[in-house]
């Protein structure tokens, strides 16, 4: 059986984060391969890294590639949309590439392998902010039970049924092909992206929850398994010490913040992953601090 981390870089910046990712990952002895999907014209670039188990070329003839109206669209929601023919593993872990590992994952993919399903994430099972507070409506419209999905971390085994999972990925094609008549929401105003341009953009996390609904199936929820947390503007990191356990999602749950409930819950196990969040300098300056404090606690150079 295959096991790998899986993520998408589609333009140089993105094969950087992804080399500072590996980077972190082996400083907690994680020495699983890693593969990554990149732009044909950066391919030659990803593999002079030397850090990558296999370099995969994104399709861009696909003829489906073609209904997506901007740059987000493309380059960020389809290649998750398609993700299934890329994923060179039976059993992977797809993780962003504004990913820092700070701890030993191991727990991690117990965890996901305890539930025993061919694709799991992480996220919350209820949150009524959740896709721009439009959770509730688009639930009661469909019928369904849409549990509110993190896509910084996707976990696909198709050890646990290859059928199921491609199944799963047709229910997320559906959701693509008729986002807006589902009732989901072009809101997404993305980070890296030129916001103007790109403003109305789909968002992935709302497909793949509709998929999970279709299938019954269940996420890890933040509050309860230590998967990931959160780091924006020195929100958790000038606070942090390893190993970390404070779970910060709350501070991006717009219900939690109207409750007051922002604070950050201390978790049982400690935490292996940290998403990067913010905006620019911002977000550079958490990751330049992410980098120094896992030299600093790994005695790495």
Not at 161 to 170: N, Q, S, V, Y
Not at 196 to 218: H, Q
């Amino acid at each position: 059986m295959s096991v790998g981390y899986f993520q998408i870089g589609l333009g140089k910046k993105y094969i950087d984060e992804s080399c500072t990712f590996i980077w972190s990952l082996r400083q907690f002895k994680d020495n699983y391969p890693v593969s990554i999907l990149v732009k044909k014209e950066d391919s030659d670039y990803a593999f002079s890294k030397n850090v990558f188990d296999k370099v995969i070329v994104f399709d861009e003839n696909d003829p489906l590639f073609g209904l997506c109206g901007n740059d987000h669209d493309k380059y960020c929601i389809f290649p998750r949309v398609s993700m299934l023919k890329y994923v060179p593993y039976s059993e992977c872990i797809v993780v962003d590439t504004d990913v820092f590992c700070t701890h030993s994952p191991d727990k991690a993919w117990e965890s996901f392998r305890d539930k025993g399903q061919p694709f799991n994430c992480t996220g919350m099972y209820n949150d009524p902010a959740f896709h721009w507070s439009n959770i509730d409506k688009i639930n009661e419209n469909l019928e369904m039970n849409i549990p509110c999905v993190h896509g910084g971390v996707f976990y696909l085994n198709k050890n646990f049924g290859k059928e199921d999972l491609e199944t799963f990925f047709l229910h997320i094609l559906y959701a693509f092909l008729n986002y807006d008549k589902l009732g989901f929401v072009r809101q997404f105003e993305s980070r890296e992206f030129d916001r103007k341009t790109d403003k109305g953009s789909m968002t992935d996390e709302i497909m793949f929850g509709y998929a999970m609904s279709k299938m019954s199936l269940t996420l890890l929820d933040f509050s309860l398994y230590s998967v990931i947390t959160f780091e924006i503007d020195n929100y958790l990191i000038n606070e942090m010490a390893f190993p970390n356990h404070r779970q910060t999602h709350k501070e991006y749950c717009l219900l939690c913040t109207k409750l007051g409930k922002d604070k950050p819950i201390v978790m049982p196990d400690p935490i292996p992953f940290v998403h990067i969040y913010g905006y620019g300098h911002q977000k550079e300056d958490s990751s330049k601090k992410m980098k120094s404090l896992i030299k600093e606690h790994r005695g790495a150079s």
